[in-house]
C-alpha cells in the first residue's frame, strides 16, 4: 500500500487516450458508456496533472464502497462510476448506500457489515468527516487500503483521498454572482439579496462549501439570508426553498446545493416567477438540463462520475503497490450556457434509463492477497507537496 510521500506517477509505457468532448447533440448513451475517460486534469498532492488510469487491474480484486444515499441524483452518477470503472479494469465491487445524511448509525453498519464480507479493499463517501474513524482504524490494521471518496474523511489512516475542491466550487458561484451585482441591483431598485442553502449540516463538502461562500459575499457587503440545513432530498430541500421565500418573498438569487437548486427551479415555475436568478454549487444531469434551458444561470461541476473512477483506480494502485497521490483534487469547471456547449457531459451525466447502481458484493473466498502490513498515520509530504488541499475542511 503507498502512503503519503510516495511520488504519484503513470505507469511506464501507459499510453493516456485523447480526450473526448461531447456536445449536448451527440450525448448518448454509448458516449456515456465509453470507457476512454482520461486524461483529466488532477491535483496530486499539490502538483495539478493528467490523470491516467491503470490499462486493468492484475487481479479480480473485491472492493466495497458506501455512499450517503439516493435522494440527490449526483450519487447516481458515483455509483455508476463505481461500477463502471470495476468493470473496465476487470475487478467485483459492491456498492451500498446509507439512505441519507441522517443516516451515519446505518453506514457505520454497513462498514461492519463490509469487513464480514472480507474485501481487498474499501471505498467511503462519508456521511461525516470524523463518523467513521474507528472503523477506518480498524481496517487500516488489517492492511487494507481505504479511498476517501468525494466527501472528505479526517482520519490519518485513509490511503488516498479523492476530493472536489469544495471552496473553489463555492467560490466560482459568488464570484458569478459578484460579477452581476450591479446589473442586478439596478433591475431591483435595490441592494441585492442572496438566499443560501447549503446542504446538510456536519458534511464535509457542505461546511466547506459555505464558509467559502458566505466570506466572499458578506466580505462584498452582500446581504445573505440563510435558508437552513437539510438533507440533499428533493422533499427536504422544498421545504427550506419555500420557508425562504415566505420569510423573504423579494429574493433576488437563490444559491445553494444542486437540489436546492432544482427545488427553487420548480417552485419559481410554479409562481410564474422568471426574475429569481439560479446558481448552483454542483452539477448534476438534471442541472445541466435547466442550464441549457436559461432556467439556471451557473452551475460548478467537480465531475462526480470521474471522482468516482479514480476511486477505484487509486484502490487498485493501493493494492497492486503502484504509485499513486495522497491528496487527489478534481479540478472544477464554471458552467454556465455558453459553456455547457462543449462540455463532456459523461463527467456528470448517467446514460438515459440509468438509476442508482446498488448491488451486494459477494461473501465468495477470501481476500486475493495477503495483508499489507498495519497501516501507520501518513507522515509529513516531502518538501513542495501540500497536506490536504485548499478546500478540504471548514
Request: one cysteine or more; aromatic letters at 6%; hydrophobic letters at 40%.
Amino acid at each position: 500500500m503507498a502512503r503519503a510521500g510516495v511520488p504519484p506517477g503513470a505507469e511506464a509505457g501507459q499510453k493516456a487516450p485523447p480526450p473526448a468532448h461531447l456536445s449536448p447533440a451527440n450525448v448518448s448513451r454509448d458516449n456515456l458508456s465509453r470507457d476512454n475517460w482520461s486524461p483529466v486534469s488532477v491535483s496530486r498532492d499539490g502538483r495539478v496533472g493528467p490523470y491516467v488510469p491503470l490499462a486493468r487491474a492484475a487481479h479480480p480484486w473485491r472492493i466495497c464502497a458506501l455512499l450517503p444515499g439516493t435522494q440527490d441524483k449526483f450519487w447516481w452518477g458515483v455509483s455508476w462510476g463505481l461500477v463502471r470503472e470495476a468493470e473496465r479494469q476487470g475487478v467485483v465491487i459492491g456498492v451500498y448506500q446509507a439512505g441519507g445524511y441522517d443516516k451515519l448509525d446505518v453506514q457505520k453498519a454497513q462498514l461492519d457489515t463490509c469487513r464480514t464480507l472480507k474485501p481487498d479493499a474499501y471505498i467511503v463517501a462519508a456521511i461525516t468527516s470524523d463518523g467513521l474513524d474507528a472503523q477506518v482504524a480498524a481496517i487500516a490494521d488489517g492492511g487494507r487500503p481505504l479511498i476517501d471518496l468525494i466527501n472528505g474523511m479526517a482520519s490519518p489512516y485513509v490511503t488516498a483521498h479523492i476530493l472536489g475542491n469544495f471552496r473553489e466550487n463555492a467560490r466560482f458561484g459568488a464570484n458569478y454572482i459578484l460579477e452581476h451585482r450591479a446589473d442586478w441591483e439596478k433591475a431591483a431598485g435595490r441592494p441585492l439579496k442572496v438566499g443560501w442553502l447549503p446542504g446538510p449540516k456536519g458534511a464535509e463538502w457542505a461546511d466547506a462549501m459555505e464558509a467559502s461562500a458566505l466570506d466572499a459575499l458578506r466580505r462584498a457587503g452582500v446581504e445573505v439570508i440563510h435558508g437552513g440545513y437539510g438533507a440533499t432530498g428533493m422533499s427536504t430541500q422544498m421545504d427550506l426553498v419555500r420557508a425562504l421565500f415566505d420569510r423573504v418573498p423579494d429574493v433576488d438569487v437563490v444559491f445553494g446545493n444542486a437540489v436546492a437548486i432544482q427545488a427553487a427551479a420548480n417552485y419559481l415555475r410554479s409562481r410564474h416567477d422568471g426574475g429569481t436568478h439560479l446558481v448552483a454549487t454542483y452539477a448534476t444531469d438534471g442541472i445541466t438540463d435547466l442550464v441549457r434551458d436559461g432556467t439556471i444561470e451557473l452551475a460548478v461541476s467537480d465531475s462526480p462520475i470521474v471522482q468516482a473512477r479514480i476511486a477505484v483506480d487509486l484502490a487498485v494502485r493501493a493494492l497492486e503497490g503502484r504509485p499513486h497521490g495522497v491528496w487527489n483534487v478534481m479540478t472544477v469547471d464554471r458552467l454556465d450556457r455558453a459553456r455547457l456547449a462543449g462540455y463532456d457531459l459523461s463527467r456528470i451525466a448517467v446514460p438515459e434509463g440509468a438509476r442508482f447502481q446498488l448491488r451486494p458484493l459477494s461473501p465468495l473466498g477470501p481476500p486475493l492477497g495477503p495483508p499489507l502490513g498495519p497501516s501507520v498515520p501518513p507522515g509529513p509530504l516531502p518538501a513542495g507537496v501540500g497536506g490536504p488541499p485548499p478546500g478540504w475542511g471548514s
